[in-house]
């Protein structure tokens, strides 16, 4: 009999949820973590790390949908830290530099799936 043994650095099972759905012309992504979406893997790390690695798998999936970064309209950011909302900022503003960024919320959360430090979601246009 063999065993299948999967690596403490993934996830247990796949998601039970779509990565994103459009209609009507906008794409709505589920929260995104610092997994990446194609291996399930997990990329646990300080908040800046997980910042950076939660917006490019966001960035990877809007992608995949015909959508960008850039058409972002609104964003909602879960941090377990808010004592550490400069260091987030300074990762978010790397990936929307502007002139036109998205709407944000930021909601400080006791605690996240997997133990992430920071979780994301964008309502974006096609």
């Keep these: ?37 194609e291996t ?8 800046v790390a997980e910042t950076h690695a939660t917006l ?15 058409k972002v309209l609104k964003i909602t950011a879960f941090i377990t830290d808010m004592g550490q909302f400069a260091a987030f900022n ?8 502007g002139p036109q960024i998205p709407a944000r919320t930021c909601i400080e959360v006791a605690r996240l799936p997997f133990n992430f430090k920071v979780e994301i979601e964008a309502i974006a246009h096609l």
């Design 1 to 37: 009999m063999t065993s299948h043994h999967r690596s403490p650095h993934q996830l247990e099972h796949g998601p039970i949820f779509s990565w994103h759905r459009d209609h009507n012309g906008f794409i709505f992504t589920s929260g995104h973590a610092a997994v990446d979406v």
């Design 56 to 70: 490019t798998n966001l960035r990877r999936t809007l992608e995949k949908a015909g959508s960008s970064l850039e």
């Design 40 to 47: 399930l893997g997990i990329t646990l790390g300080d908040l």
């Design 90 to 97: 300074k990762v978010y503003g790397k990936f929307f530099p």
